[in-house]
């Protein structure tokens, strides 16, 4: 059975705040941006940067058959969002609307 949303919003936590990390290897998961869609969604080193219209957020997706999460950090409005799933529906649908949400 796989964690529940709020243990990987906790891991996510512990990662931003450099308790999983040290600061250096930290700003490493994000020091290479490369663009993956207009504008929108830059891939760093396990770390994605998406740019909304509510601001900047941290992002990780991860995918495997029959399961699917994203986890996202919303600086602006210190806000976490997780989404998993466990068949293949597409979670992104989702965590869109609960950041419209916000």
């Known amino acids: 059975m796989a964690p529940p949303p709020r243990d990987l919003i906790a891991f996510y ?3 931003l705040t450099q308790r999983v990390l040290s600061l250096a290897t ?5 020091d290479r941006l490369y663009p993956m869609s207009p504008g929108a969604l830059y891939w760093g080193r396990g770390l994605m940067l998406l740019k ?3 601001g900047e957020a941290y992002y990780s ?9 994203n986890v996202l950090y919303l600086p602006a409005k210190k806000a ?10 597409q979670t ?11």
Request: hydrophobic letters at 55%.
């Open 92 to 102: 992104d649908p989702v965590w869109f609307a609960l950041l419209r949400a916000l």
């Open 61 to 69: 997706a991860g995918r495997i058959h029959g399961f699917g999460a």
């Open 52 to 54: 909304s219209p509510l």
């Open 80 to 89: 976490y969002v997780a989404v998993m799933v466990n068949d293949d529906t």
């Open 26 to 30: 930290t700003k490493l998961l994000c």
């Open 13 to 15: 936590q512990a990662v």
